[in-house]
């Protein structure tokens, strides 16, 4: 008949749980969802067996605590070096509170850090590391909290979206880029979405894009010095959508691949997909900063130029305002809502989760084309 082993106090031991003599410490023994041996300690046994529970319904829901309780956040993403397993929903909102009040960062810039972080803690919840994503609801309750508001959206007027494409073209500097940016500003696309467009996405006979994946540039898991591109799922499941082609990208997109066909296609590979439309002399595909780097270059110089074509010519320039990729969506959305008052149709080609969003741009959009009516009105009048 087995014996029960007992601790120093008389009290009848668990399997897997011993006491050591030398200090009196407790110790348990387990094995984690790769079969390994781990063990944890505590100098009170009731403490142990308070962690025995979340080990044992972590190795149950196949998540190994061990490796999150050894890596820090920069196993995931670089910042800070707290253990990915102690990252709480609170220390997030401390964060982007820091951010936002103490260093003066906008509401827009924490976004941002928002946007990184977010995949990163997703990547450690796939990779079963932890159970939680702690970012999770952290940017709306920061506005509820905070009051702090975005930045008023703006979009290009049509006279501006003009004469920055027709300058583009014609410039034998900025032409390499009218693919890309007439894809851009013709789809309304995020750009982690053009970056990943390839061509078996494009489909030439139904004049239609499949927005199916989307590509995110950001540290690998192993060196954070260095930035791979990576292959995630659309935003949300609104962002997996089809969206049918206007002329000019048609075209834009037909000459491309003459050209292509020509030349060679490109053969890098992301995540064991290929193909892809967009990169660059180097073969290397685009990042955003190297997008909107480009945009700022030819604003710059069509800004340059028209300043003197009007001078020269004694009438007032047409200049375009400093914008960025996410401006070029926004304004394809205003576009849109121009022609169109269907709202689920205006949400579908959009890719929005949340209608709300592109009841506001609606909004946006026709109160400035109401505006514009009405100074037309006068004008007859």
Request: proline share 3%.
């Amino acid at each position: 008949m087995a014996t029960s082993r007992k601790d120093s106090k008389g009290r009848v031991l668990r399997k897997g749980e011993t006491q050591r003599a030398s200090d009196g410490k407790y110790m348990y023994v387990y094995r984690d969802v790769l079969g390994r041996r781990r063990y944890i300690y505590s100098n009170d046994l009731m403490k142990l067996r308070e962690r025995e529970k979340k080990v044992q319904r972590d190795v149950d829901d196949g998540i190994d605590t061990y490796t999150a309780s050894k890596r820090d956040l920069n196993y995931l993403f670089a910042i800070g070096k707290k253990m990915i397993i102690s990252i709480k929903y609170s220390d997030i909102m401390r964060f982007y509170k820091h951010l936002l009040v103490d260093r003066g960062l906008s509401i827009t810039s924490v976004k941002r850090v928002h946007e990184l972080l977010q995949p990163a803690f997703d990547l450690g919840v796939r990779d079963e590391l932890i159970r939680h994503n702690p970012c999770k609801g952290t940017i709306k309750a920061l506005i509820r909290d905070t009051g702090a508001r975005p930045n008023k959206r703006f979009a290009l007027t049509n006279e501006q979206q003009t004469a920055f494409i027709n300058y583009m073209v014609g410039s034998p500097v900025f032409t390499r880029w009218t693919s890309l940016l007439v894809f851009l500003f013709g789809t309304g696309c995020r750009i982690g979405e053009v970056v990943g467009i390839r061509w078996e996405d494009i489909d030439f006979e139904k004049k239609r894009i499949s927005i199916n994946h989307t590509l995110s540039y950001r540290p690998c898991v192993d060196n954070d010095k260095k930035c791979i591109f990576m292959v995630d799922p659309p935003k949300s499941d609104a962002g997996n959508r089809m969206i049918p082609m206007t002329t000019d990208v048609y075209e834009t997109m037909k000459h491309e691949y003459e050209v292509q066909q020509e030349n060679g296609f490109n053969d890098l590979q992301v995540d064991g997909m290929s193909g892809f439309v967009f990169s660059n002399r180097f073969g290397n595909l685009y990042t955003l900063n190297a997008v909107n780097k480009a945009i700022q270059s030819i604003r710059t110089a069509y800004n340059e130029e028209e300043m003197f074509s009007a001078i020269k010519e004694k009438r007032e320039p047409v200049l375009i305002p400093h914008f960025s990729c996410h401006v070029i969506r926004h304004t394809f959305a205003t576009r849109l809502c121009e022609v169109e008052s269907n709202l689920k149709v205006i949400q579908t080609i959009m890719g929005h989760s949340d209608i709300r969003t592109t009841m506001e741009i609606y909004a946006e959009a026709t109160e400035a084309g109401m505006e514009e009516a009405m100074d037309r009105l006068s004008e007859k009048m």
